[in-house]
């Protein structure tokens, strides 16, 4: 969903995404963003296609994270993505995770 604050993208957690104590693993976070970046570049009007081919061309040279509390089995989340800034050669995003 895009709205004046920018684009959401809204899912829940899954049990496969839950550690034993279940609780969302931390490495899974990167996966869910992974997917609300390619939903960013469809809600931005590309095609299939050309999703495949952004990200076929991506290299993903940082990565950090802030953990800030948990998440359960079948808990939304909202993933927000936005563009930092427009490089010649890189595009700086930022993606954040809540419920």
């Known amino acids: 969903m ?3 604050a920018g684009f959401w993208y809204h899912t829940r957690v899954q049990f496969d995404h839950t550690d034993a104590q279940g ?3 931390y490495a899974r976070y990167f996966r869910l963003l992974d997917q609300a970046r390619c939903a ?3 809600a931005l ?3 299939a ?7 076929n061309d991506t290299v ?3 990565v950090e994270a802030d953990y800030l509390g948990p998440a359960a ?3 939304p989340l909202r993933i927000a993505v936005a563009t930092a800034q427009l490089g010649r050669s890189s595009l700086p995003s930022r ?3 809540s419920q």
């Open 2 to 4: 895009t709205d004046a």
């Open 23 to 25: 609780r969302v693993f």
């Open 40 to 42: 960013y570049w469809e």
């Open 45 to 47: 009007g590309f095609t």
């Open 49 to 55: 296609d050309d999703v495949r081919q952004i990200e």
């Open 60 to 62: 993903i040279v940082h």
């Open 73 to 75: 089995f079948y808990d």
């Open 95 to 97: 993606l954040s995770c």
